[in-house]
C-alpha cells in the first residue's frame, strides 16, 4: 500500500496552540466527572443552606419555657401569667417529660410551681439560650404579676444583615471550598497522570512544562469564577448575605487565594503514585485549616499563643480578607497583611513544588 | 562494529551502562540502526530493552556510554530531538474521558510541522472510532491510537515498546500493518519485543539481547543461519535413561542436541538423513517415541541455542 509523501496539512489556527488544548483537555476532564461538579458547586451550595437555616436569626427575645405545676388539677397559675408575655412560648409538661425536652434542646427552661405557689427555675447556667430564657421568663412573669418599672425603658432593634452567623459563614465557606478544588483539583490530577504514566508519556512529547502547569492554573480560574458565582449569588440571593466591598476586589481575593491553594494542590502531588497517598496528605493539609482557619467560628477563639500559627495559615488569611471585603467593605489595601500571607505561600509552594516535581 | 549501516545513521549507541541499585539493567551495549531502517530488540522480559530504549528516548539517564541520533545528541539538541522522534511506551493509559481525536489534537499541538489528526486515523485505521471516548476503545485500538500518537508528530525515528503485547493476533497482524506503513514511508523504527514472529515479520535487522548485553545481531536470516541448522526436531521417549546427548550429535544430518524438560531438540540440517538416522538410534536402544515434531529454525531457537533459556521464560 503506497502512503502520498506529504500528506496535506491543514493550517494552524488558535486552537492548535498548545496550551488551548491542554486547557480544554482540563475542562473536558473535569466537566465529565459529575462528581467533581458536585463537590465544587453543588455541595457548598447544600452546606450554606443547611447551615443558614440551622443558625438562622430566632426573633430576639423569646424563650421557650416547660410549665410544671404541683397540683396537676389546678390550672396552671404561671402557664397563665406567662402566656400573657409575647417573648414566652409555654409548654405545660409533667416533671419528667419537662426534663427529657430540657436535656434535647426543646425547652430551654423548666419553671416549677410547688403547691405554695412559689416559682423554681432548673436549667443548665452553661447554656447562654437557658440564661436569656431565665431572664425574660422571669422578667415576664413578675411584670405580669404586677411588677411597675421603675425607669421608663424601650427596645430598638438593629439585625441588619451583616452580623448574623450566616453572614459569617458564607465567606468562611467560599475560602474552604477554594482550598478544597484547589487541592483536589490540582494533587489528584497530578497522582492520577503519573499513576497511568501520562506524566511519562507527555514529557516524551516536545510539550511546554510551563504551558502544562499553566493549563491546570487557567482552568482553575475559569471553574472558580463559577464556585464564587455559585456560592456568592445563593448567600445573596437566599440569605441577603451582605457585598460591601468592590467585587472586583472579592474576585481578586478568590482569585489569589485559589492560586495559592492550587499550590498546596501540586506541593501534594509533586511525587505521590498512589491516590491513597495523596488522600492522605490532602486531608493532613486541610482538616486543621477547616478547624483552624476561621471557617465555621472565628479563628479568634484559640488562644493568643496559637494565633500567631493560625493567622500564618492561607485558609485564615483568605477568610479574613473574603469577611473583611463582603462584611465590612474592606479594600485591597486594607486586607494588604492577608494578602502578604497568600502571596508568601503562593511563592513558597510554587518554587517548593515544581523543584520536587517528579514526571514518573 | 556492523557495517549494514546506510547512508546516515538514525541512532548510534556505544558502550551504554545503567544499574539500579545493584541491579545491572544495561551492561555494555552497542546498537547501530540505519536510515530507513526497522530494527528489532529482541529478548526476554528483564533483558533490559525497555532501559536501553527509555535511554534512547531521553527518559531515563545512563551511567555511562553514548547516544546519538538523528545526527545529535540529547545533551546537544533535546527540543529539536522531541520535535524529530515518536515515541510509545509500555503501560501508558491515555485519558478515558477524552475522545481518539481529542487525544490526538493534543498530542498534535506539540509538535512543530504536525501531521493533521484526520490523516494519522486513517494510518492507524481509527477513523471509524474518531468520536468515540478512549474507555470504549478495545485493546487493539487503544494501543493503535498509542501508535498514531507517536506518529502525530510526522517524526523521522519511531521507537516502539512492545508494540503489541497483550494484544490478540488479529489486533497484532493490525499493528504489525500500521508499522508496515510507517516503514514504507521511508523513516527508521526501533521496537522491542519478545516475540519472535514478531521480530523476524517486522525487522530488517534484531539484536538479540540478554542480560542488558547483545548477545547477537543481524539480520533474522542471517542470525537464524548462523544455526547451522535450517530445521529442528524435538521429540520425547519413554527410555530418556538409555538415551545419550553426546551420541544423539554424533548422528548424521544432526548438529547440536539438548534436554529441556523432557523434551529433547536437535538442530538438523538435512531432515531426510536426519529424522531416519534418529529412529534407528532410538529402535537400537529400545527407546519407543512418545511424541515427534519438525519444524523450521526461528529465532527462538537462535536464543536457545545461544543461552539455553527461552525467549518467554519468565
Known amino acids: 500500500m503506497s502512503e502520498t509523501r506529504e500528506p496535506r496539512r491543514t493550517p494552524r489556527t488558535w486552537r492548535d496552540a498548545q496550551i488551548v488544548q491542554l486547557t480544554l483537555v482540563r475542562f473536558r476532564e473535569f466537566l465529565r466527572e459529575p462528581e467533581a461538579l458536585f463537590w465544587v458547586f453543588i455541595f457548598p451550595v447544600l452546606l450554606t443552606a443547611g447551615l443558614g437555616l440551622a443558625f438562622r436569626s430566632k426573633p430576639v427575645d423569646t424563650a421557650t419555657v416547660a410549665v410544671v405545676t404541683a397540683d396537676i388539677h389546678a390550672p396552671p397559675h404561671v402557664g397563665e401569667l406567662l402566656a400573657r408575655s409575647k417573648s414566652v412560648v409555654v409548654r405545660a409538661m409533667t416533671v419528667d417529660s419537662a426534663m427529657e425536652a430540657l436535656r434535647t434542646g426543646r425547652v430551654a427552661l423548666i419553671a416549677i410551681e410547688d403547691l405554695g405557689g412559689r416559682i423554681s427555675y432548673r436549667y443548665d447556667p452553661a447554656r447562654d439560650e437557658s440564661r436569656t430564657a431565665r431572664l425574660i421568663v422571669d422578667d415576664a412573669l413578675q411584670h405580669a404579676a404586677g411588677r411597675v418599672e421603675p425607669v421608663a425603658t424601650s427596645d430598638d432593634y438593629v439585625t441588619a444583615p451583616g452580623s448574623r452567623y450566616v453572614d459569617f459563614l458564607v465567606p468562611g465557606l467560599l475560602g474552604m471550598n477554594l482550598l478544597g478544588s484547589g487541592v483536589w483539583g490540582l494533587g489528584f490530577a497530578m497522582v492520577d497522570l503519573r499513576r497511568k504514566r501520562l506524566l511519562k508519556r507527555l514529557i516524551a512529547t516536545p510539550m511546554s512544562r510551563p504551558q502544562f502547569f499553566a493549563s491546570f492554573l487557567i482552568s482553575r480560574l475559569v471553574v472558580l469564577s463559577f464556585e464564587v458565582i455559585a456560592l456568592v449569588g445563593f448567600g445573596v440571593l437566599v440569605f441577603h448575605v451582605p457585598l460591601r466591598g468592590s467585587l472586583w476586589s472579592l474576585l481578586f481575593i478568590a482569585v489569589f487565594g485559589a492560586l495559592s491553594f492550587s499550590g498546596l494542590g501540586l506541593l501534594v502531588g509533586t511525587r505521590a503514585k498512589t491516590v491513597e497517598a495523596v488522600s492522605g496528605l490532602a486531608n493532613a493539609i486541610m482538616l486543621p485549616m477547616w478547624v483552624l482557619s476561621g471557617t465555621f467560628f472565628s479563628a479568634s477563639h484559640f488562644p493568643d499563643v496559637m494565633q500567631p500559627f493560625v493567622r500564618a495559615l492561607p485558609l485564615t488569611a483568605v477568610n479574613d480578607a473574603l469577611r473583611a471585603n463582603m462584611l465590612q467593605g474592606a479594600s485591597l489595601g486594607a486586607v494588604m497583611p492577608q494578602l502578604g500571607v497568600i502571596a508568601f505561600w503562593v511563592v513558597a509552594c510554587y518554587a517548593v513544588a515544581l523543584k520536587l516535581f517528579r514526571w514518573r | ?314
Request: hydrophobic share 40%; glycine share 8%; proline share 3%.
Open chain 2, 1 to 314: 562494529m556492523q557495517a549494514a549501516v546506510h547512508k546516515s545513521a538514525a541512532l548510534v549507541v556505544r558502550g551504554l551502562r545503567k544499574s539500579y541499585g545493584d541491579v545491572v539493567a544495561v551492561d555494555g551495549l552497542d546498537l547501530d540502526v540505519g536510515a530507513q531502517e526497522c530494527f528489532g530488540l529482541l529478548g526476554p522480559n528483564g533483558a533490559g530493552k525497555t532501559t536501553t530504549i527509555e535511554i534512547c528516548e531521553g527518559l531515563v539517564d545512563r551511567d555511562s556510554g553514548d547516544v546519538e541520533m538523528l545526527g545529535r545528541t540529547w545533551e546537544q539538541d533535546p527540543k529539536a530531538l522531541r520535535q524529530r522522534i515518536g515515541i510509545s511506551l509500555q503501560e501508558t493509559q491515555l485519558s478515558d474521558k477524552l475522545t481518539v481525536r481529542e487525544t490526538l489534537a493534543l498530542f498534535r499541538s506539540f509538535y512543530e510541522h504536525p501531521h493533521d489528526v484526520s490523516h494519522v486515523l486513517a494510518q492507524v485505521q481509527l477513523e471509524e472510532k474518531a468520536n468515540a471516548r478512549i474507555s470504549t476503545l478495545s485493546g487493539g485500538q487503544k494501543q493503535r491510537l498509542a501508535v498514531a500518537c507517536a506518529l502525530i508528530g510526522d517524526p523521522e525515528l519511531l521507537f516502539l515498546d512492545e508494540p503489541t503485547t497483550g494484544l490478540d493476533p488479529q489486533s497484532r497482524r493490525q499493528m504489525w500493518d500500521v508499522i508496515d506503513k510507517f516503514r514504507a514511508s521511508g523513516h527508521s523504527i526501533v521496537l522491542t519485543t519478545h516475540y519472535m514472529d514478531e521480530a523476524e515479520r517486522l525487522c530488517d535487522r534484531i539484536a538479540i539481547v540478554d542480560h542488558g548485553r547483545v548477545i547477537a545481531r543481524g539480520t533474522p536470516r542471517e542470525l537464524i543461519a548462523s544455526l547451522g541448522a535450517e530445521q529442528m526436531i524435538e521429540f520425547a521417549s519413554e527410555g530418556t535413561a538409555a538415551i545419550d546427548l553426546g551420541e544423539l550429535r554424533q548422528l548424521e544430518g544432526i548438529i547440536d542436541a539438548r534436554l529441556d524438560a523432557g523434551t529433547y531438540s536437535l538442530q538438523a540440517k538435512e531432515l531426510h538423513r536426519a529424522v531416519p538416522a534418529l529412529l534407528a538410534y532410538l529402535a537400537s536402544r529400545g527407546a519407543p517415541l512418545t511424541e515427534l515434531k519438525t519444524h523450521s529454525a526461528t529465532l527462538e531457537d537462535v536464543f536457545v541455542s545461544l543461552t539455553g533459556r527461552h525467549l518467554r521464560d519468565e
